[in-house]
């Protein structure tokens, strides 16, 4: 059983990293990934346990000059309904739509998932998409102090992000997507026949007179981080989207996607059903 | 003294056929219903359970002085605390164990004052094992360089059956097709909502009461005793509101005489429960089986014999999963006209979890095998394909190799309702045209049907029904029935009887069934017979008190009892309706006359079967019926999703009853055979379960019920009560098969190893295509 | 052994004072340390619904919220949902359309089915579906599950579409 020495329930963000500052500090909101994790043993609570739900400063979606705010603590549910997301960046809430269930959309903060680093994140492959950043916050030479850090650059290792034990992750940024950009988000379904498999493809880009530019290929399962299929979107950037590159980035596929056998789907299968995604996404923009 | 009742006449109004509430759903609907899982006793302690984690292994040495030493343990038992406790169907099994021959076999158990304490105690306890090489399938356990598992039981050999009739050799020389294929139906489990959990707690005389998930109350104490080594007799079994059974609960399990024997350690009240995680690795699974079945034809359609040599992984314990074949041999037989049969099973001893009872027992595997080979052969016979099935389909009066007698069969008539409202015969044509054309969606239909016992089945001794009846002054009726309430809807159908046959509101009907000391016996809820057993016991029992009543009416007013009926909470005259006498009123009358009356009946229903028998040949149900389903659904051929657009049933079901339940109960059953067919599947690598777990083992969900029309027939069964029959493990057997039907409809690909995974038709596909390249 | 600490929020209506472990999710102080047995466990990790409660007027797994984070809110369980007058809308046509089997899982699916009725009172079968898919039922089919939502629906909706 895990001896928990503290329980902090912080109100601003100063407050939450100075806390996290002494290190050691377990942080959790809806526990979504957090509860099941500790239960299994997967993960340990630490001597400190802070509750970041009553931080202010670090929830809601908005615009900020050229780009889109979207607090770390904004659940799922939020993205999935918000107008202006819907309205610029529907890929997210495509990825929204279908993540989980309800009851875990509700409680699921979009800044927990994106910390959980999983392979399979939701929410990470639309952002990918986007090119997006996170916003980490911590306590330095005391103030709170942001950077940022590219969600490309963001996944090290399995489980593993670039965000050091002290920082807390406080919003996503990405900037408004040009009038031409287009993008879409599959993943298997419906749930949950192949949930299991989770894997995902998320892609988008700006069309340009049937130029396919600044293409942004992200895929999920197929890999030990979230993956930028590099090897996909150069076998699209700067040409035109017909059958050929449609068929040439489908074979791509193959040198970016590395995934395993597991209890949930085989290697082989995993692979076919990203070229099937990619194939039909990439369809999907050319028909629009 | 006449009493004169002046209201208007009371029209007839029949109960049966209606739509009629279960009795417990608003309590269940608001919270309040306490479920087993739910009860705290006074001084009750807290049991859990250490599993072995590993297939096959020694036990070199186990300490659990560390566990016993911390505070708010109470008891310590292990292996040694229950040797000699030899328990189960051959006696195979102790409740703590000497010996790991399984991923969950029990190794310790812990009683503490709280679930924190016996979690922190098990962490405690220390074992050092040594590992000895597994069997893993039945295929490898059988071969003699296999690791013997057991001392008495030489290559790994459990149950064997066999069945044969008639000329084997002769059937095959006239057979102008003959389907020859292995199917490995797998293993599922049955994901009670409501986890395993058992309440024991022993009186200052040693008698033991157990609060139970069990579904066979009086046998149950027989298989208990002597895990305990204590007479069945002394043992009370209390049955609270439990969260689903499936057949799960048909056996004794290790974790109940666990409790029994942690609460007679402390002097308390014991409960243990399981995790879900615990759930999914130590309750029975269904059973798993090779089955190489053969079914041979001619030319002209007619089916000329049907042979299944079926091995069955027994797992580490006999439980009732190995005694399926009984049932096995009974479709393999009896599925549409066989003149010639060959069945044999034989069970093998593995490290592997064992399997018990699952709704459908045996029938799940065997039609699966069955219906894919019919619509194998419809494909290949010189005629149209319904017609095929049709032209094989028993009438009413045939009888069986096997003596099932089929007093009324409507399985021709199941077939043309279903084939007929679904567009069976040209949807099928239309889509195998279209299977070689490109496109990335194919539709397909797919038809299976099969048999299965409707009026109990009389494995043991006795397959009978006590019932206790009794109205009181204020004419409420009390039913102290045997028969128990799992979440199926027995109490509804109960309750429906004894309204229809007395007259009486439905909410003035109690039922009381959950109390060994109280109710009497009933075999159990098994073989889908507790509509049909229960059923007509309690009409018996009714109709018992209403000839009290109506004799007793007839004395004190003078008229007829032949002329009497009880309706609307009075007695009538049966013809015209007139009320008499408002019943409560008779009622207090009988009781303080003269000589006073009470209305208190009891009966005891045994079916019109016969035993089982050695042999298996016998009629040994009082009834049997029919289910045909027709699957219609869409391939991703990419993919290799299905996705399940609609389900035509038409099953035999007597006579309906309550016909809410009814459909309740098929389309709950249709849930279970869809995950089967679909998307369950119980991982095992080496003996050790790796996916258990919701996320990993898929349950069928809302999105994924396609659109069902179920067709209910009424054959009007003799012997049943109002003429209904048993009904709901059919919709769990027929669905599986006739997906599978439906896929090689859509795709030309044939599924023998369930389930029908996205992945195992993607890459069937993608074979396929290879191949044709 | 785990540190406690005290909070205070309202439950089904009433205001409520507890003490428990920063540790223990909110399922087990509603079942074990305030006697509110309606909410069931049957998973513990966030997949199958049967402890659904609503926490501010949404619904979430109560089995993953640690129970620390009720402070100072509002949180109803199936146990809050009746009326004055007896059961609740959803709950009547759960009653009245068969719906109810073992009834396990039976608290989850009203409490999921009564939020998102409430928040789209013009919710279609297929919206249900979707919105269900988070509650597990072994005995049902979700059949008559989905009737009685559409039935108050269609109750709400006066026959509005």
């Known amino acids: 059983m895990q001896d928990i020495k503290t329980y902090l329930t912080p109100c601003s963000i100063g407050e939450a990293v100075k806390a996290m500052a002494a290190g050691d500090v377990t942080v959790f909101c809806g526990g979504t990934d957090l509860s099941p994790q500790v239960e299994s043993g997967a993960r340990q609570y630490t001597n400190t346990l802070m509750n970041i739900r009553r931080v202010e400063g670090m929830g809601g979606i908005a615009e900020q000059g050229d780009s889109i705010?979207?607090?770390?603590?904004?659940?799922?549910?939020?993205?999935?309904?918000?107008?202006?997301?819907?309205?610029?960046?529907?890929?997210?809430?495509?990825?929204?739509?279908?993540?989980?269930?309800?009851?875990?959309?509700?409680?699921?903060?979009?800044?927990?998932?994106?910390?959980?680093?999983?392979?399979?994140?939701?929410?990470?492959?639309?952002?990918?998409?986007?090119?997006?950043?996170?916003?980490l916050t911590r306590w330095q030479d005391g103030a709170a102090t942001t950077r940022r850090v590219a969600m490309a650059d963001f996944f090290l290792a399995p489980r593993k992000t670039a965000k050091r034990d002290d920082e807390l992750l406080t919003a996503v940024f990405f900037k408004r997507p040009a009038a031409n950009f287009i993008g879409f988000f599959r993943k298997s379904g419906p749930r949950p026949a192949l949930e299991i498999s989770t894997v995902s493809v998320g892609i988008g880009g700006q069309m340009d007179n049937g130029v396919f530019r600044n293409v942004r290929v992200a895929m999920g399962s197929v890999a030990p981080t979230p993956l930028r299929?590099?090897?996909?979107?150069?076998?699209?950037?700067?040409?035109?989207?017909?059958?050929?590159?449609?068929?040439?980035?489908?074979?791509?596929?193959?040198?970016?996607?590395?995934?395993?056998?597991?209890?949930?789907?085989s290697a082989w299968y995993r692979e076919h059903l990203v070229k099937v995604f990619t194939e039909e996404v990439l369809n999907h923009v050319l028909g629009n | 003294?006449?009493?004169?009742?002046?209201?208007?006449?009371?029209?007839?109004?029949?109960?049966?056929?209606?739509?009629?509430?279960?009795?417990?759903?608003?309590?269940?609907?608001?919270?309040?219903?306490?479920?087993?899982?739910?009860?705290?006793?006074?001084?009750?302690?807290?049991?859990?359970?250490?599993?072995?984690?590993?297939?096959?292994?020694?036990?070199?040495?186990?300490?659990?002085?560390?566990?016993?030493?911390?505070?708010?343990?109470?008891?310590?038992?292990?292996?040694?605390?229950?040797?000699?406790?030899?328990?189960?169907?051959?006696?195979?099994?102790?409740?703590?164990?000497?010996?790991?021959?399984?991923?969950?076999?029990?190794?310790?158990?812990?009683?503490?004052?709280?679930?924190?304490?016996?979690?922190?105690?098990?962490?405690?306890?220390?074992?050092?094992?040594?590992?000895?090489?597994?069997?893993?399938?039945?295929?490898?356990?059988?071969?003699?360089?296999?690791?013997?598992?057991?001392?008495?039981?030489?290559?790994?050999?459990?149950?064997?059956?066999?069945?044969?009739?008639?000329?084997?050799?002769?059937?095959?020389?006239?057979?102008?097709?003959?389907?020859?294929?292995?199917?490995?139906?797998?293993?599922?489990?049955?994901?009670?909502?409501?986890?395993?959990?058992?309440?024991?707690?022993?009186?200052?005389?040693?008698?033991?009461?157990?609060?139970?998930?069990?579904?066979?109350?009086?046998?149950?104490?027989?298989?208990?005793?002597?895990?305990?080594?204590?007479?069945?007799?002394?043992?009370?079994?209390?049955?609270?509101?439990?969260?689903?059974?499936?057949?799960?609960?048909?056996?004794?399990?290790?974790?109940?005489?666990?409790?029994?024997?942690?609460?007679?350690?402390?002097?308390?009240?014991?409960?243990?429960?399981?995790?879900?995680?615990?759930?999914?690795?130590?309750?029975?699974?269904?059973?798993?089986?090779?089955?190489?079945?053969?079914?041979?034809?001619?030319?002209?359609?007619?089916?000329?014999?049907?042979?299944?040599?079926?091995?069955?992984?027994?797992?580490?314990?006999?439980?009732?999963?190995?005694?399926?074949?009984?049932?096995?041999?009974?479709?393999?037989?009896?599925?549409?006209?066989?003149?010639?049969?060959?069945?044999?099973?034989?069970?093998?001893?593995?490290?592997?979890?064992?399997?018990?009872?699952?709704?459908?027992?045996?029938?799940?595997?065997?039609?699966?095998?069955?219906?894919?080979?019919?619509?194998?052969?419809?494909?290949?016979?010189?005629?149209?394909?319904?017609?095929?099935?049709?032209?094989?389909?028993q009438k009413s009066g045939e009888v069986t190799p096997q003596k099932s007698f089929?007093?009324?069969?409507?399985?021709?008539?199941?077939?043309?309702?279903?084939?007929?409202?679904?567009?069976?015969?040209?949807?099928?044509k239309e889509y195998a045209a279209e299977r070689g054309k490109p496109g990335r969606y194919k539709k397909g239909i797919g038809l299976a049907s099969s048999i299965h016992n409707a009026g109990g089945a009389k494995i043991h001794k006795s397959d009978g029904i006590g019932t206790i009846l009794k109205v009181d002054d204020y004419a409420r009726v009390t039913v102290i029935t045997g028969a128990s309430e799992i979440g199926q809807g027995i109490d509804?159908?109960?309750?429906?009887?004894?309204?229809?046959?007395?007259?009486?509101?439905?909410?003035?009907?109690?039922?009381?069934?959950?109390?060994?000391?109280?109710?009497?016996?009933?075999?159990?809820?098994?073989?889908?017979?507790?509509?049909?057993?229960?059923?007509?016991?309690?009409?018996?029992?009714?109709?018992?008190?209403?000839?009290?009543?109506?004799?007793?009416?007839?004395?004190?007013?003078?008229?007829?009892?032949?002329?009497?009926?009880?309706?609307?909470?009075?007695?009538?005259?049966?013809?015209?309706?007139?009320?008499?006498?408002?019943?409560?009123?008779?009622?207090?009358?009988?009781?303080?006359?003269?000589?006073?009356?009470?209305?208190?009946?009891?009966?005891?229903?045994?079916?019109?079967?016969?035993?089982?028998?050695?042999?298996?040949?016998?009629?040994?149900?009082?009834?049997?019926?029919?289910?045909?389903?027709?699957?219609?659904?869409?391939?991703?051929?990419?993919?290799?999703?299905?996705?399940?657009?609609?389900?035509?049933?038409?099953?035999?079901?007597?006579?309906?009853?309550?016909?809410?339940?009814?459909?309740?109960?098929?389309?709950?059953?249709?849930?279970?055979?869809?995950?089967?067919?679909?998307?369950?599947?119980?991982?095992?690598?080496?003996?050790?379960?790796?996916n258990p777990c919701f996320r990993d083992y898929k349950l069928i969900t809302a999105p994924e019920m396609p659109e069902l029309e179920m067709h209910f027939i009424e054959s009007n069964c003799a012997e049943g009560p109002y003429g209904a029959k048993g009904v709901s493990e059919l919709p769990t057997i027929v669905i599986a098969p006739a997906i599978a039907n439906a896929l090689f409809n859509a795709t030309g690909v044939r599924i023998f190893n369930p389930p029908l995974s996205p992945e195992k038709v993607a890459r069937a596909i993608h074979e396929k295509q290879q191949q044709e390249k | 052994m785990s540190l406690e600490t005290e909070i205070k929020f309202t439950l089904n209506g009433r205001p409520v004072t507890a003490r428990v472990p920063v540790t223990m999710k909110t399922l087990t102080m509603l079942r074990e340390v305030l006697g509110l047995t309606g909410t069931k466990y049957a998973c513990g990790e966030g997949e199958c619904g049967a402890c659904t409660v609503k926490v501010d007027g949404i619904t979430l797994n109560s089995c993953l919220m640690h129970a620390v984070d009720c402070d100072g809110r509002e949180v109803v369980t199936i146990e809050g949902l009746k009326t004055p007058d007896g059961m609740n809308a959803m709950q009547q046509a759960f009653v009245d359309h068969g719906a109810v089997q073992c009834g396990f899982c039976m608290p989850g699916m009203i409490m999921q089915a009564d939020y998102l009725v409430g928040e789209n009172p013009s919710l279609t079968r297929e919206e249900a579906q979707r919105g269900l898919e988070g509650n597990l039922c072994r005995c049902t089919g979700y059949t008559k599950v989905l009737d009685a939502v559409e039935s108050v629906v269609e109750k709400k909706c006066c026959g509005r579409r």
């Open chain 1, 69 to 135: 705010r979207i607090g770390a603590l904004t659940t799922v549910t939020e993205i999935r309904r918000d107008p202006l997301i819907a309205k610029t960046a529907p890929i997210l809430a495509e990825a929204a739509e279908h993540f989980a269930s309800d009851q875990i959309r509700n409680a699921a903060s979009l800044g927990g998932n994106i910390c959980n680093a999983s392979p399979a994140g939701d929410m990470i492959n639309p952002l990918l998409v986007l090119d997006a950043d996170v916003e």
């Open chain 1, 229 to 265: 299929a590099r090897n996909v979107e150069a076998a699209l950037e700067g040409k035109p989207l017909n059958a050929d590159t449609i068929r040439a980035a489908v074979a791509a596929v193959s040198a970016d996607a590395k995934p395993i056998d597991d209890v949930r789907a």
């Open chain 2, 406 to 428: 089929l007093r009324e069969c409507v399985l021709a008539e199941c077939l043309e309702t279903a084939a007929r409202t679904s567009d069976y015969s040209r949807k099928r």
């Open chain 2, 492 to 690: 509804a159908v109960i309750n429906l009887i004894v309204s229809e046959e007395l007259g009486v509101p439905l909410e003035h009907v109690t039922i009381v069934n959950n109390d060994s000391d109280i109710a009497p016996w009933d075999v159990g809820v098994h073989a889908s017979r507790t509509t049909f057993i229960a059923g007509n016991g309690t009409r018996r029992a009714a109709r018992k008190a209403k000839a009290q009543i109506l004799k007793a009416a007839e004395k004190m007013l003078g008229e007829p009892a032949e002329t009497l009926e009880l309706r609307g909470g009075s007695v009538v005259r049966d013809q015209c309706g007139t009320p008499l006498i408002k019943l409560d009123r008779l009622l207090r009358q009988m009781h303080f006359q003269a000589e006073p009356e009470l209305v208190m009946v009891t009966d005891y229903y045994e079916p019109n079967s016969e035993p089982e028998g050695a042999d298996h040949i016998s009629n040994h149900s009082a009834a049997y019926s029919h289910a045909v389903h027709v699957a219609e659904i869409t391939v991703d051929t990419l993919t290799g999703e299905i996705k399940v657009d609609r389900i035509t049933s038409a099953q035999d079901v007597g006579r309906v009853i309550n016909r809410m339940g009814l459909e309740a109960q098929t389309e709950g059953g249709i849930a279970i055979g869809l995950g089967y067919a679909l998307s369950e599947n119980m991982q095992l690598e080496r003996g050790l379960l790796k």
């Open chain 2, 1 to 393: 003294m006449e009493q004169k009742v002046t209201a208007a006449s009371i029209e007839k109004k029949s109960l049966i056929g209606q739509r009629v509430k279960k009795p417990d759903a608003p309590d269940k609907a608001t919270g309040k219903t306490r479920y087993i899982n739910d009860m705290v006793l006074p001084q009750m302690l807290i049991g859990k359970v250490l599993f072995a984690g590993r297939p096959h292994a020694k036990i070199v040495s186990i300490d659990v002085s560390a566990a016993e030493r911390l505070p708010g343990v109470h008891a310590v038992l292990t292996g040694k605390d229950a040797a000699g406790l030899k328990f189960g169907f051959v006696r195979d099994n102790v409740p703590l164990k000497e010996k790991v021959l399984c991923e969950h076999d029990e190794i310790a158990a812990v009683a503490a004052e709280t679930e924190e304490i016996a979690l922190k105690a098990l962490d405690l306890i220390k074992v050092e094992y040594e590992d000895l090489p597994g069997v893993f399938s039945p295929e490898v356990g059988r071969e003699a360089s296999a690791p013997q598992l057991r001392e008495n039981f030489p290559d790994n050999k459990s149950l064997r059956f066999e069945f044969k009739h008639g000329d084997l050799a002769a059937a095959e020389a006239t057979s102008d097709f003959i389907a020859d294929n292995v199917f490995r139906p797998h293993h599922v489990t049955h994901c009670c909502m409501g986890t395993s959990c058992a309440i024991a707690d022993f009186d200052s005389n040693g008698k033991l009461t157990i609060w139970t998930q069990t579904q066979y109350p009086y046998n149950y104490k027989m298989d208990l005793a002597p895990a305990l080594g204590i007479t069945p007799g002394d043992i009370r079994v209390i049955q609270p509101p439990v969260g689903g059974a499936f057949g799960s609960k048909l056996d004794v399990y290790p974790y109940e005489p666990i409790a029994a024997l942690l609460a007679r350690k402390t002097g308390r009240p014991v409960k243990v429960i399981y995790s879900r995680e615990d759930e999914f690795r130590a309750s029975p699974t269904r059973q798993a089986a090779i089955i190489h079945m053969r079914t041979g034809c001619k030319r002209d359609g007619t089916i000329t014999f049907r042979t299944a040599d079926v091995l069955l992984d027994n797992g580490a314990y006999t439980s009732w999963g190995p005694t399926i074949p009984v049932i096995m041999m009974r479709t393999t037989s009896g599925h549409y006209r066989v003149p010639v049969v060959d069945f044999k099973a034989q069970a093998i001893y593995t490290n592997n979890p064992y399997a018990g009872s699952f709704r459908g027992y045996g029938n799940v595997q065997t039609t699966f095998a069955t219906a894919q080979q019919m619509d194998i052969l419809a494909d290949q016979v010189d005629m149209d394909p319904l017609a095929f099935h049709i032209k094989n389909a």
